[in-house]
């Protein structure tokens, strides 16, 4: 089993639609929470954390449910400019102090005019 | 100015041959990190220097040797390249090993014929 798991998709949305992305991670001891972003042929870039409390950032919220382990990304109004792929990303405690960040394998997001 | 950067871009040689990737950068950062994204774009990280010191190991062949000359640099060398190693290397910082926010370099597309 991956140690995170997202639906590949791909999610082919119109502008200004409302779109919802899923993640599950299956260590309990996953510590911390992440949506990156990757356009095409390019590097991730972080997009935002993810807390239990729920966060939103303008047009972007994340949600984590530790009991179901379980995180989500909601884009609403969708722009062109949103189409990408999202990576669901956890940490993981590899000794000491030191963290390593698990990626899945992405969502991939197509807006269309 | 790049905050990461990484050469080549693209890298094209024949299986038995040795290659390196050279990575820097110049955010100030103490912790530096090479992850290897395969054709089904599932990104993985493999090594982690913090400060010129290996924190990070995964299990990758040793025919890979990362070297970290100072905390700005870490070059990546392949040896006996096999078609397996094809993939996409993204070099990555942060501000320490407990830093969660990663930034990428642009990334170095290598292909092994």
């Known amino acids: 089993r991956k140690e995170v798991e997202q639906d590949p998709g791909p999610f082919n949305v119109p502008e200004g639609a409302t779109v919802a992305f899923n993640c599950t991670y299956s260590?309990?001891?996953?510590?911390?929470f992440f949506w990156y972003r990757q356009d095409c042929r390019k590097e991730p870039k972080l997009l935002m954390s993810?807390?239990?409390s729920g966060n939103e950032d303008g047009r972007f919220t994340a949600q984590l449910n530790r009991a179901s382990q379980y995180i989500s990304l909601l884009i609403r109004d969708s722009k062109l400019s949103d189409s990408a792929t999202y990576l669901c990303v956890v940490t993981l405690n590899y000794g000491g102090a030191t963290n390593k960040l698990i990626f899945g394998t992405g969502t991939l997001l197509a807006v269309q005019p | 100015d790049t905050a990461v950067s990484q050469t080549p871009k693209y890298l094209v040689t024949q299986m038995g041959n040795d290659k390196s990737i050279k990575c820097e950068q110049n955010l100030g950062h103490d912790t530096m990190y090479w992850y290897k994204q395969d054709s089904k774009k599932f990104l993985k990280i493999m090594f982690s220097y913090n400060n010129k010191e290996l924190i990070i190991n995964e299990t990758v062949p040793n025919r890979f040797s990362p070297k970290s000359p100072d905390k700005a640099h870490l070059n990546l060398h392949i040896n006996s390249l096999e078609l397996g190693d094809s993939a996409v290397y993204f070099c990555a910082s942060s501000q320490d090993y407990g830093s969660y926010e990663q930034y990428f370099g642009p990334g170095t597309r290598l292909t092994v014929t």
């Open positions: 993810v807390y239990s």
């Open positions: 260590n309990s001891a996953s510590q911390s």
